[in-house]
């Protein structure tokens, strides 16, 4: 996913895949392995800090597009 968000990074296609992929993740573990949850480093905070930045690099998308 990485390597798709770094060649197409002015496309919002990786960036809206990556906050879908974060939460289904997310969900994935909650359901199949929720002790994950509770570790250090868990998938929570993983998954919803790289959704995040995702969001943040979508604002920008928008910002560069508009001239400002």
Avoid: D, Y
Wanted: proline share 4%; no cysteine.
């Amino acid at each position: 996913m990485s390597v798709v968000v770094l060649a197409f990074w002015r496309h919002r296609w990786p960036m809206v895949l990556t906050v879908i992929a974060m939460i289904g993740l997310l969900a994935f573990v909650a359901l199949m392995q929720p002790m994950l949850l509770a570790a250090a480093f868990n998938p929570v905070s993983t998954n919803i800090a790289t959704a995040a930045l995702a969001i943040v690099s979508l604002h920008l998308l928008n910002v560069i597009e508009s001239g400002g």
